[in-house]
């Protein structure tokens, strides 16, 4: 059974740093490229990180340069790492991955980026 398991939210100022982690379970974690999502209030999911079995990234422009996804495969863990975080930052991060034709989310890590 998949399982994915966010850490790391919190509150933080603006221009502060924080590292998401999400502990994954239940399948082959190096096969599969994962990614991170956010949702604001009254917003819909958006993607903000994705990283491929085979390590390469793809970064929206509103996070270009701050954000960075890994993956640590020995250990099936993925990170975020977010610095430089703005208001508009603000949301719940899920992890994510596609694998036998389903979508599969963990529960959410709260991120409050807020003066």
């Known amino acids: 059974q998949v399982h994915l398991v966010e850490s790391g939210g919190g509150l933080v100022q603006p221009g502060g740093s924080l590292r998401l982690s999400c502990a994954a379970s239940?399948?082959?974690?190096?096969?599969?490229?994962m990614a991170w999502y956010r949702q604001a209030p009254g917003k819909q999911r958006e993607l903000v990180a994705r990283i491929g079995s085979g390590s390469s990234t793809v970064y929206p422009d509103s996070v270009k340069g701050r954000f960075t996804i890994s993956r640590d495969n020995a250990k099936n863990t993925l990170a975020l790492q977010m610095n430089n975080l703005k208001p508009e930052d603000t949301g719940v991060y899920y992890c994510?991955?596609?694998?036998?034709?389903?979508?599969?989310w963990g529960q959410g890590t709260q991120v409050t980026v807020s003066s």
């Open positions: 994510y991955v596609y694998l036998s034709s389903r979508d599969y």
């Open positions: 239940g399948f082959t974690f190096s096969s599969y490229g």
